[in-house]
């Protein structure tokens, strides 16, 4: 497929409009099933209740980890939709995956050719790590999104000669300390110094200027730090040191996603799926050579010097965030996320080579898609029509959330739903009826892959382990009028950081959950799982209370107990 240059206003719409309807229908489908989804929406959540946009409380009395840019967005869509659901906390994130995937193409389109540029886009926003945190309400969507597109702005002030302040640029990185701190800025300061460096610019003019970018962009974050001083004092202090300092030195008073050094080659590589597995296959079709050992050096400075602008640009990006992000020993997958759209650029060159160069690597990965497709729907047929019986998953810990999964699958039945499986299927069909087997083929089939997943499969799957059901009729068992609902977790109390806390819960709840350990209450309701009671309960006893089953919630060993703590030389129960 070619694609004229004249055609980019064109391609620009038809790129927004399928962004739109691949991503947006389907953010409200899964419930909350993890801490972190909650832990960030009940932020919003105590905005929006409280009024208080600088540092609100939550779960029993804690501070956000944050900064607050990404909750004020998600306040203000559920401010307009009228309350803080699934679906509006993950609108932010959302538009950030679709800005930074048309600004890439804005990018890349515009240096390049219309083709890479709509390309290197799909790559990007096709990739599992990326479309998976463009559908969840965590911070690190929107940060990637105004870490590139401000990078994008930084290079482009390079091309026009470094003359005017690149307002733009300095207020996304702003915006960037608001949602993460000074990270924000630090990374795109750092990767288009690196550049300008290497293409000669003087050291003394790069490092100045972009100081005082850097500078300018932290004003916005130093406002917000002196109000939230003001109210958490100490405390807040102490979470910022921890979060931001500690966690970039290794210095943090408690472990927090140690991983080893290698670890980020692997969240690189599972991240990138499907399309390592096109470069995996490829590697089978390439002729290899020994390489020459002799002037090595002199090479690779001549093959740098030779490079687009943007394709050293882009390198440089991969390479300077890959590296910085290596040093801490905290290390999660969606840090590195900011590379991608620059690894979907030079994903996108080899790909185009390939087809060049290579034909059969696209036809057999295509082909091969093909085949998983149609397979993924025969076994859906083979679950829908109960030939899998529940006794295949055995007795294991994991076997009654298997088996759930199972008859949720089998559940599956509205003609919306069936519509949406059914695509990939026939995409996968026409394939081989069609015979057009060009990248363009299998993004298509790519695409009809995730509608299902997103639509139907994954929130099929992923509700089962939510807990939305059992905290509602948690809920109409002991409503706020009942008394206060408190929450204990051993683990929770005992962590020097980053405590643990029944997110869900309490996000369904309203952020009613106070905290049983903090705040020592004479009476009302304890939630709290079987292991932890069966623990913690002689201890609470000769402390004074009296503790009485009153609710078996009925998931994840959660019950509530009424209690109420007695006057000294009253009678305690045994």
């Known amino acids: 497929m070619t694609l004229k240059q004249t055609s980019n206003t064109r391609v620009f719409w038809l790129l927004l409009l399928l962004c739109l309807l691949t991503l947006l229908p389907f953010i409200g489908l899964s419930e909350y099933h993890t801490k972190g989804e909650p832990r960030e929406a009940i932020v919003s959540y105590s905005m929006l209740a409280t009024d208080n946009w600088t540092l609100p409380r939550n779960n029993g009395g804690e501070i956000a980890y944050k900064p607050p840019f990404f909750h004020w967005c998600v306040a203000a869509v559920s401010a307009v939709w009228g309350e803080v659901t699934e679906a509006t906390s993950r609108v932010p994130s959302a538009v950030a995956l679709i800005v930074m995937t048309i600004s890439g193409f804005c990018f890349f389109s515009r240096r390049r050719t219309t083709a890479i540029g709509l390309l290197a886009a799909l790559v990007a926003f096709t990739s599992f790590e990326l479309h998976r945190a463009g559908a969840n309400c965590r911070v690190d969507m929107v940060l990637t999104a105004l870490t590139v597109c401000s990078l994008y702005l930084l290079f482009a002030w390079y091309e026009k000669g470094m003359h005017r302040v690149p307002l733009l640029a300095i207020l996304l990185m702003g915006l960037g300390t608001l949602t993460k701190g000074p990270v924000g800025s630090l990374i795109p300061c750092l990767v288009i110094g690196c550049f300008m460096l290497l293409r000669g610019v003087n050291f003394f003019k790069t490092f100045f200027l972009l100081l005082a970018w850097g500078l300018l962009s932290l004003i916005p974050y130093a406002i917000w730090f002196y109000f939230a001083w003001r109210q958490g004092g100490q405390e807040f202090l102490d979470l910022m040191y921890e979060e931001n300092i500690g966690r970039m030195t290794s210095t ?323």
């Open 252 to 574: 943090m008073g408690y472990e927090s996603c140690v991983e080893p050094w290698y670890y980020n080659f692997i969240t690189v590589i599972a991240g990138y799926v499907p399309w390592m597995l096109m470069l995996a296959l490829s590697l089978f079709f390439l002729r290899y050579r020994r390489p020459a050992t002799a002037g090595w050096w002199q090479r690779l400075t001549a093959w740098v010097r030779g490079l687009r602008d943007v394709d050293l640009f882009s390198l440089t990006a991969v390479v300077v965030i890959f590296v910085f992000y290596c040093i801490p020993q905290s290390k999660r997958s969606v840090y590195l996320m900011p590379i991608y759209p620059f690894l979907a650029y030079f994903i996108t060159l080899y790909i185009l080579w390939l087809e060049k160069c290579k034909k059969p690597v696209v036809k057999v990965y295509g082909s091969v898609l093909a085949v998983l497709v149609i397979l993924l729907f025969v076994c859906f047929l083979v679950v829908k029509g109960g030939f899998v019986p529940d006794s295949i998953f055995g007795t294991g810990r994991h076997a009654e959330k298997n088996v759930a999964m199972l008859h949720a699958l089998e559940s599956v039945g509205s003609l919306w739903q069936w519509l949406i499986i059914m695509v990939p299927p026939l995409l996968g069909v026409l394939w081989f009826v069609w015979r057009r087997h060009d990248i363009w083929a299998v993004l298509l089939l790519t695409f009809g892959l995730y509608l299902a997943l997103d639509g139907v499969y994954t929130p099929t799957i992923l509700n089962t382990k939510s807990v939305k059901a059992a905290t509602m009729a948690l809920d109409r068992q002991v409503p706020a009028t009942a008394g206060t609902l408190y929450e204990y977790i051993e683990e929770g109390v005992k962590a020097k950081g980053d405590p643990v806390h029944f997110f869900e819960v309490n996000f369904y709840l309203g952020n009613r959950v106070g905290s049983f350990h903090l705040q020592k209450p004479k009476e009302g309701f304890l939630l709290i799982s079987q292991e932890d009671a069966e623990r913690n309960f002689p201890t609470f006893r000769k402390e004074g209370y009296q503790l009485e089953l009153f609710y078996d919630v009925g998931k994840r060993g959660m019950q509530v107990y009424k209690f109420c703590r007695l006057n000294h030389g009253e009678h305690v129960l045994p």
